[in-house]
């Protein structure tokens, strides 16, 4: 799989439901079954019990419940036991607690324990990239502050989040979903960015909806994944950004979590953005210009045509494009440059539920097979094999519940073989 990133010296809804006035789902109270059928929720709040987030109902009116969450947490730390999970029959409660703010998961799904929290780490993060860790400051020092009257319209870009975490496994498995395009159109978006030359440039990309065509960046400034996925969110789950040339503080928490970023942000085609992080903030004529040559660079080399190609033919993307007999899904990780691939779902797949179901066993056997370099297990539906080999990769390949080990194995290196390949 071709690399995105260049060295320079320089539940049953989709991601994007929440438009209009309200959120969604804000209107659902605690007693309705309808808020108690989801099967994960999120929580945040403070440490003295204010709420300030809530995926599903309003914050306000879930303040006795998100009371009792506190409760818990700090029955725990008055006996000096952390509690990080609950597993209570089929529901899982975790509790991850960062300075004054208190972060909850509660899942009936079949995710680790592992990945729940990596998600509302994830979750945190977030939060970070609008407010820095001056939030927590603000927090510490008036620990009754009511941190929803600030929130500013922001809980719809964590409900964005909340949407996304259900069906890309990039968000809650620290990992970065290159967009699929040919390695020649690739390079010359990689070789273009590079022509942007500042001291003060951190990172510009392209990317193709949620996933990254090219990414170029300061020698000295690695992006984390956890950063890719709060700065993608932001500018894709924000519809303002779609209309003009975008100006906008951001944090990047892994890269500093007290110090504000500037992201130049501009869509030179519907769902294809040219995105220039900034360490000053007056660089916005500058990232304006070099707009304008990037652009010059990709129209006439009709690079920008074959991205928009790719996407409109991202569905030719299946399980059989390998050519591999018995091959019905995949999923693969390099553990180096922390890049995932997938293809789309097809045949047993297509329905949002079995689509759940697959990504979640893929979650499943991430945190078996890593310890281990094999790891086979036979379902009611598929049989599923699994490679890890230590800093280096994962790869799951799904197959029918007949095939043996033996013939899974052989599948499964056909298939490492044509990524490497491609």
Same mark, same amino acid.
Not at 86 to 109: D, E, N, Q, W, Y
Not at 132 to 142: A, D, G, P
Not at 246 to 271: E, G, M
Not at 328 to 353: A, C, D, E, R, W
């Given at each position: ?10 539940? =049953? ?7 209009? =006035? ?14 108690? %059928? ?14 300030? *987030?809530?995926?599903?109902? =309003? ?41 004054? $703010? ?39 020092? @008036? %620990? ?49 960015? &590079? ?16 996933? $990254? ?8 400034? %690695? ?40 992201? *130049? ?47 409109? =033919? ?13 091959? %019905? ?9 922390? &890049? ?8 047993? *797949? ?6 759940? @179901? ?7 056997? *991430? ?52 990524? @490497?390949?491609?």
């Amino acid at each position: 799989m071709s690399s995105v990133e260049k060295d320079t010296k320089v539940e =049953d809804e989709t991601p994007g439901d929440e438009s209009g =006035d309200r959120r969604k789902h804000q209107k659902e109270a605690q007693h309705q079954a309808k808020w108690q %059928n989801h099967k994960k929720h999120y929580f945040m709040l403070t440490n003295s019990g204010k709420p300030i *987030y809530t995926r599903y109902g =309003d914050e306000y009116e879930l303040a006795g419940f998100m009371g009792i969450l506190q409760a818990i947490t700090s029955h725990g730390e008055l006996n000096n036991d952390l509690i990080r999970f609950i597993i209570a029959g089929s529901v899982k409660v975790c509790f991850m607690t960062k300075g004054p $703010i208190i972060l909850v998961s509660i899942s009936r799904t079949n995710e680790p324990i592992s990945i729940l929290r990596d998600q509302i780490e994830l979750m945190y993060a977030q939060i970070i990239s609008i407010f820095t860790l001056s939030i927590e400051n603000l927090l510490t020092r @008036r %620990n009754t502050h009511d941190l929803k009257q600030i929130m500013g319209g922001s809980e719809r870009l964590l409900d964005t989040l909340a949407s996304k975490l259900q069906l890309d496994l990039s968000l809650g498995m620290k990992g970065i979903h290159p967009f699929r395009v040919s390695s020649t159109a690739r390079n010359f978006v990689g070789a273009t960015l &590079q022509t942007i030359k500042s001291p003060d440039i951190l990172y510009a990309m392209i990317l193709a909806k949620n996933q $990254i065509v090219s990414l170029v960046r300061n020698k000295r400034q %690695n992006l984390h994944p956890d950063d890719a996925q709060v700065l993608i969110n932001l500018i894709t789950g924000s519809t303002g950004f779609r209309h003009s040339e975008v100006w906008t503080p951001v944090c990047l928490p892994q890269l500093s979590a007290k110090a504000w970023l500037h992201c *130049y942000v501009n869509f030179i085609r519907k769902d294809v953005a040219l995105v220039i992080v900034s360490a000053t903030q007056e660089n916005f004529y500058f990232c304006s210009q070099a707009k304008d040559d990037v652009l010059k660079e990709l129209e006439s080399s009709k690079s920008l045509d074959t991205i928009v190609a790719a996407l409109e =033919d991202h569905e030719n993307y299946c399980p059989t494009l390998p050519g591999i007999s018995g091959l %019905n899904h995949f999923f693969y990780k390099s553990l180096v440059t922390s &890049q995932m691939t997938m293809p789309s779902f097809t045949g047993p *797949y297509l329905g949002i539920t079995e689509r759940k @179901r697959l990504l979640q066993l893929y979650q499943q056997m *991430y945190y078996r097979a890593t310890p281990h370099k094999v790891f086979y297990q036979q379902y009611q539906n598929e049989s599923v094999l699994a490679l890890a080999k230590k800093e280096s990769f994962f790869v799951c390949a799904v197959l029918s519940p007949f095939e043996s080990k033996t013939q899974a194995s052989a599948i499964c290196l056909q298939l490492l073989q044509w990524i @490497r390949n491609e």
